[in-house]
């Protein structure tokens, strides 16, 4: 589907304050300036309709994870920040502590829902070639025929990995209750720069990787300025997933959400 360019902030109503972190700013249409295109009318009724259609889907998500008590978290990153190796990690060391399922998002292959397997937790792939049109992030209807296929009973946390992408996952509410993204140090100071959308949606940033920081001309202070210049709200934790430095902060993060959300009526 490409670029949607929806709102400044990534949010899908420009009336809506439901999103955390949300900051407004009306320099930008909802649905962007078509106005290159012979068919520019066309394309932003288009967009109109499908983010409705998500957002109506997004919602339903949301009531079904509420009376489950399940509080869902949409993990985004670039391909290859690490989402999978934070998730295997997270779930291996939070056995026993947390039930938390996983629903993975990828254009093909079930490589990463095969990678989670046998930690006790259950794991669901959406695979966007299938049925999707291979689309390059995860929304909301995408998330509701995962959900049916868990027992969301059984759960208290679920993590929905998007499709690694900086770019349209930022814009799509898939119903979860949090944003997070993953940033891994091998991808330079300056995305936070490049893909502000992405990085002002999201209420915390893993930086990961860390341990390859002697291998690297990589500034960590400038890119928590570049972060800070978009969104200064956002926490930050320095983590890798491969020594496990930094994973009880996350750890943390996760256990006082748990603890911070409403019990189901
Ligand atoms: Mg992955
Ligand atoms: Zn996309």
Known sequence: MGRFHRHADGTV???????????????????GDHSGYATASERIQVLERIFDENDAAADANRRSLDAAGVVAINLMSSPGSGKTAVLERTLAELRGRIRAGVIEGDIETGLDAERLSGLDAPVTQINTAAGWGGECHLDAPMVAGALHRLELDGLELLFIENVGNLVCPAEFDVGAHHRVMICSVTEGEDKPLKYPVMFRAVE??????????????YDLAL?????????????????????GEGLEQWYGWLLDLLRAAPTPA
Request: aromatic share 2%; charged share 25%; proline share 6%.
């Open 13 to 31: 109503h420009a009336h809506d304050h439901d999103h955390p972190g949300h900051v407004h700013d009306h320099a930008d249409d909802d649905h």
């Open 204 to 217: 915390l940033v893993l930086i990961n990787k860390l341990d390859l920081l002697p291998h690297l001309d």
């Open 223 to 243: 890119f928590e300025h570049n972060l800070a210049e978009v969104n200064p709200d956002a926490t930050v934790l320095r983590v890798s997933a491969r020594t």
